[in-house]
């Protein structure tokens, strides 16, 4: 009987070449089919074409990408320009201002990255010579929100905002797992309170996660450490995950604000809510 923690590796998808480009989204449907309003959506179309790297883009590459006339495209960046959330160039084209910035700020904040994330994920890189990274859940995908590298010079590098699937991967099985999805396979991740695998993502990557969680036990993520699977094996990922969960379990009373000093029992699946 194979042991439900361990994950049968798969091929890694191929990346994407940087040479496509997204294809246009469709335009916002009615107001009364959406109970929206199409204003403010078609807005966020537009701050969502930007994708990672992209420092700036022509404005028929928007209306291309938001599947929207260039008058429209012009008229919304005019408008989300007076509030900084769009800035145009010299030449012409457009990228993401100030305000779309301080959005991102804000969102971190409320997870108090700089007090209390960064310095817990650091002693956790530290302690486990491999880098360790913090994950949310955004719908459907999961989105590296805070990111500390590992000392070790081969490492797994992942880029912060870019949304990964969840039902691959440690970190994403450990949310779905502590967020109520049905099966053995998580009722025995939310009885162990922890998950690693290798390869599953991402062909030759191996993670060890365990959920976090903020006031009153609500999962608000999961901490996972990454590396080579040439330096992770199966036997070490079971050895380095209990230092995981206790990094969770502190990282979990720290963001509640709780002084009082973590138990060693880690994580009970009666204690959560999804």
């Given at each position: 009987m194979s042991n439900p923690s361990r994950s049968v590796p798969v091929p890694a998808a191929p990346a994407p070449s940087p040479a496509i480009k997204p294809a246009p989204r469709?335009?916002?449907?009615?107001?009364?089919?959406?109970?929206?309003?199409?204003?403010?959506?078609?807005?966020?179309?537009?701050?969502?074409?930007?994708?990672?790297?992209?420092?700036?883009?022509?404005?028929?590459?928007?209306?291309r990408r938001c599947g929207l006339h260039k008058t429209t495209v012009l008229r919304l960046a005019r408008t989300l320009a007076q509030s900084g959330y769009l800035v145009q160039r010299e030449d012409g084209d457009w990228r993401l201002g100030p305000a779309a910035g301080w959005?991102?700020?804000?969102?971190?904040?409320?997870?108090?990255?700089?007090?209390?994330?960064?310095?817990?994920?650091?002693?956790?890189?530290?302690?486990?010579?491999?880098?360790?990274?913090?994950?949310?859940?955004?719908g459907n995908v999961r989105t590296c929100l805070v990111r500390v590298e590992?000392?070790?010079?081969?490492?797994?590098?992942?880029?912060m905002g870019e949304g990964l699937p969840l039902d691959k991967g440690s970190p994403g099985r450990v949310i779905l797992a502590f967020s109520g999805e049905p099966g053995k396979a998580y009722e025995d991740i939310r009885q162990r309170g922890f998950h690693w695998?290798?390869?599953?993502?991402?062909?030759?990557?191996?993670?060890v996660s365990a959920?976090?969680?903020?006031?009153?036990?609500?999962?608000?993520?999961?901490?996972?450490?990454?590396?080579?699977?040439?330096?992770?094996?199966?036997?070490?990922?079971?050895?380095?995950a209990q230092t995981v969960t206790a990094a969770a379990t502190r990282l979990s009373y720290a963001l509640a604000g709780n002084t009082a000093a973590p138990t060693p029992s880690g994580v009970r699946a009666t204690q959560w809510h999804p």
């Open positions: 469709p335009a916002a449907a009615p107001e009364s089919a959406v109970g929206g309003v199409i204003a403010v959506t078609r807005a966020l179309q537009l701050l969502e074409a930007f994708a990672l790297g992209e420092s700036h883009l022509a404005l028929a590459e928007l209306s959005l991102g700020a804000r969102y971190q904040a409320g997870f108090d990255v700089q007090n209390v994330m960064e310095p817990a994920l650091r002693e956790l890189s530290q302690a486990t010579g491999e880098s360790a990274a913090f994950y949310v859940r955004e590992g000392p070790q010079p081969l490492r797994h590098h992942a880029r695998s290798i390869s599953e993502r991402e062909q030759g990557v191996a993670t959920p976090v969680f903020g006031m009153h036990w609500r999962l608000m993520g999961s901490v996972c450490i990454s590396g080579p699977a040439s330096r992770l094996p199966p036997e070490r990922l079971e050895a380095l």
